[in-house]
């Protein structure tokens, strides 16, 4: 009788797993060697401020002081309002190609996300800047006092701030959030949605078994876009006003750590002013790797309670006969 023939030999099933496992590696090192150059170029910024570089809302490089407190609420401010503003209308994208949508509209509706995803951020930085910005400027000029009396919408109206910085995020978000979450939704089985209607549910009821089956993915989702918004350079630069200041407005112009990085430096004139431009891209790198991790954790959590409890069984005792 012969032999059946294994698909892959020993040798050779421990060389495929050593060449695949090397480009995990591979990715490894790189994200160490980049937190790596970050924190080596950064030491004059290190050893002269210390963790006060974090906490420190002063940024003058003509003195010497340098905090880095503005960009990180800068960063977080504008990419936690995008996250708002991009979340429901991603998900609402994906629902309705993915359950909704006609077949003769569906095809062109997802070449349109795409796309959106593949403009380059320049691009909407112009259209932010020339097109974006004066409606803010009209919003915020024909805005009631009630809310301009708020902390919220106080201050001139100029249309470059962080309103126009977060809108300009959530329309690069939606693409890359909603492109996901369809296919996610698309890799739900139909059995979710069939055994839905079997027990009379509505199309709305089948819809939310649906995105409770695949919340996993969608969260995966809305964190990417997250990502994205966080380190956006270009877009942003040109429409929040690049001002190092800390405020609740929307209408104040502020800073964010990518834009600073970009505006100032090729105009560090000194060693310590290179450094601390330095020390900000690796504490966006920080804070992109803590959001990163809190995100996969979340997930994980997720995860753990879709699976199923054990169910024992208890074996019934007979009943006594009665006397």
Known sequence: MARARLPFRLGGDVSFRVFTGSFALLLIAIVGAIGFELWRNSQLSIYKFGFGFWVTRIWDPVSGDFGALPFIWGTLYSAILALLLSTPVALGIAIFLSEMAPGWARQPLVFLTELLAAIPSIVYGVWAAFVLAPWVRALQVHMPSALKATPFFS?????????????????????????????????????????????????????RAALFFARTGIVGAVMLGFGRALGETMAVTMVIGNSPKISWSLNAPQYTMAAVIANEFTEAADDLYLNALVEIGLVLFAITLIINVCSRLLILSMTRSRRPKAVVAVPVLPEPEAA
């Open 155 to 207: 201050g001139p109206p100029l249309g470059y701030g962080m309103l126009s910085a977060a809108l300009i995020l959530s329309v690069m978000v939606i693409p890359y959030s909603a492109s996901v979450a369809r296919e996610v939704l698309k890799a739900v089985p139909l059995a979710q949605r069939e055994a839905a209607y079997a027990l009379g549910a509505t199309r709305w009821e089948a819809i």
